[in-house]
């Protein structure tokens, strides 16, 4: 197999290294590449071009068993072909769960209905399946959602507590369970199909401390989630966006005979494909609603003075909707107190024209804002994660899988029986 190695348009075209067949992520990395990710993943230049990181291999250190996980794991995420497979076994499964559902009452309860779609007999709901999964490797069933942009040290410190990102604020391209997919993913590989904490002939941590472990001081220096999980211009699964895209059919990134595959592996998962559209496009036309009476409503003059740039209006616009969601629309008019919180008087307006368009729905007392990140909310009745109630989870998550019996609880999904 070829190295999966690219930057930009150069694509690596090197057998890849023979270590690679045991790790499972799909073709891996040539020897040379392996270095070169290696050297990358070490280095605290985060701003530097990948063609100016030095290829001489870093000195052992305390965390060089970490950077050879992550090593692993950014050659699976830029290898589609492998991520697909994985994506497609976690939807074959939730096929089983409608025909264990049909055949036995409610079957499953990961796969159950949710209360407001009984007559959908082929819906359920992602975010409790995905959570299921998630906790099987330990991962709390405390989340937090984000409604907006929060500062890069913030965002990976939420990482350290535990914390899967639910990106209900991100933009419509970038998609609400991107991040979740990606460790869905890396969860169902290094698990082997959630039968072992970690297979430990190939991985040296199990999921959950390796993304903990990514929200330490030591891997924000050097970027590594950016890299591995975040990385806005790339072209595979390292790129959130790109992940989220192709499940909604957009394969522009494609030639033709790539695209062909990637039609034919979304037509086998068209349940994640009919979330991913869903939520997708309706974001989209929000967004494209709110362009065009940005456009039209507002002079240039209006615009500039109030500091809101058409570039921004897509993730301030659905952020501030979906905060409004979880936690109450405020009074058409009451523009100063959201001016405050948000910044400028004409998002105000043009959310809550949209709000009517959309016909949006307050869930009230269901969220609540916390104090120290006015653009992150938990449920009402979570507790917060600290690095006291983490660090048990992650040596747990080293040694066995939470099998614990789960419920199912309105609005949390399923969650372990305390």
Same mark, same amino acid.
């Given at each position: 197999?070829?190295?999966?190695? %690219?930057?930009?348009?150069? /694509? ?8 690679? =067949? ?11 590449? /392996? ?10 230049? #985060? ?5 100016? $990181? ?9 965390? +060089?068993?970490? /950077? ?11 290898? &589609? ?18 025909? =264990? ?16 779609? $009984? ?22 069933? *405390? ?9 890069? $040290? ?30 869905? /993913? ?26 903990? *472990? ?31 895209? =192709?499940?909604?059919?957009?394969? #522009? ?5 790539? $695209? ?9 998962? #068209? ?8 939520? +997708? ?13 940005? &456009? *039209? ?27 409004? &969601? ?15 919180? %948000? ?63 789960? &419920? ?11």
């Amino acid at each position: 197999m070829t190295c999966v190695f %690219k930057r930009g348009a150069s /694509i690596c075209q090197q057998p890849a290294s023979p270590e690679c =067949e045991t790790w499972g992520v799909g073709a891996g990395f040539c020897a040379k590449h /392996i270095d070169y990710v290696r050297a990358r993943l070490n280095s605290t230049n #985060k701003s530097a071009p990948w063609s100016e $990181e030095p290829l001489t291999k870093p000195v052992a250190g305390e965390h +060089s068993d970490y /950077i050879e996980d992550y090593i692993k794991l950014y050659a699976l995420m830029l290898d &589609k072909t492998r991520c697909r497979e994985l994506m497609t076994a976690l939807g074959s499964e939730i096929l089983g769960g409608y025909k =264990e559902r049909a055949n036995a009452g409610d079957g499953d309860a990961r796969f159950s209905r949710a209360n407001n779609r $009984e007559t959908e007999q082929n819906y359920v709901r992602l975010s409790r399946v995905l959570e299921y999964y998630e906790g099987l490797c330990w991962f709390p069933t *405390t989340h937090r959602v984000y409604t907006g942009s929060l500062t890069s $040290e913030n965002y990976v410190q939420s990482i350290a507590l535990g914390y899967m990102p639910k990106d209900a604020g991100a933009g419509a391209r970038h998609g609400e369970y991107s991040h979740r997919l990606q460790w869905h /993913i890396v969860m169902r590989l290094v698990t082997n199909g959630f039968e072992v904490a970690f297979h430990k002939d190939v991985w040296r941590h199990s999921p959950f401390d390796m993304f903990t *472990t990514l929200g330490s001081e030591w891997a924000m220096e050097r970027g590594i989630w950016g890299v591995v999980f975040d990385n806005g211009s790339g072209l595979a699964y390292d790129n959130p966006a790109v992940l989220n895209m =192709e499940l909604c059919g957009n394969f #522009k990134w494609q030639a033709s005979k790539a $695209e062909d595959d990637g039609k034919k592996w979304r037509s086998q998962n #068209k349940l994640l494909a009919i979330n991913a559209t869903r939520r +997708s496009g309706k974001r989209l036309a929000i967004f494209e609603y709110g362009k065009q009476l940005y &456009k *039209t409503d507002y002079s240039a003059t209006d615009r500039s003075g109030d500091g809101l740039a058409e570039a921004g209006l897509e993730m301030e616009l659905i952020g501030l909707l979906q905060k409004w &969601k979880k936690l109450g629309r405020p009074a058409h008019g009451l523009t100063n107190q959201i001016a405050n919180e %948000k910044g400028n008087r004409i998002l105000n307006e043009i959310a809550h024209q949209a709000w009517f368009k959309f016909g949006l729905q307050t869930k009230p007392n269901t969220y609540l804002q916390e104090n120290n990140e006015p653009n992150a909310m938990l449920l009402v009745g979570d507790k917060p994660m600290t690095l006291q109630l983490v660090s048990p989870r992650v040596q747990a998550s080293c040694a066995m899988l939470n099998t614990a019996d789960y &419920k199912y609880v309105e609005t949390r999904g399923a969650m372990p029986r305390q």
